[in-house]
């Protein structure tokens, strides 16, 4: 495994932890207020590019 997917695995975990983080200030609805959104859509963006990247280097 190279060194960019190892990165990608701990840059996805760390943006789960984010989401994670999310969740925990929403209990018990989980219901996001409008600053949370944007910010969970940014973190998701990220998780997305790990996701990529990880693609690229495991499945090439």
């Known amino acids: 495994m190279s ?3 190892v990165d ?3 840059q996805g975990l760390y ?3 984010d989401i994670r983080g999310i969740l925990r200030d929403t209990v018990p609805s989980h219901t996001l207020s ?3 959104k ?3 859509e940014k973190i998701i963006g ?3 590019k ?3 990247v990880l693609k690229e ?3 090439a």
Do not use: C, G, P, Y
């Open 38 to 40: 944007q910010e969970a």
């Open 46 to 48: 990220k998780l997305e």
């Open 34 to 36: 409008d600053k949370q």
């Open 15 to 17: 943006l789960l932890t």
């Open 57 to 59: 280097e495991l499945l």
């Open 50 to 52: 790990q996701i990529s």
């Open 8 to 10: 990608a695995v701990f």
């Open 3 to 5: 060194k960019r997917a």
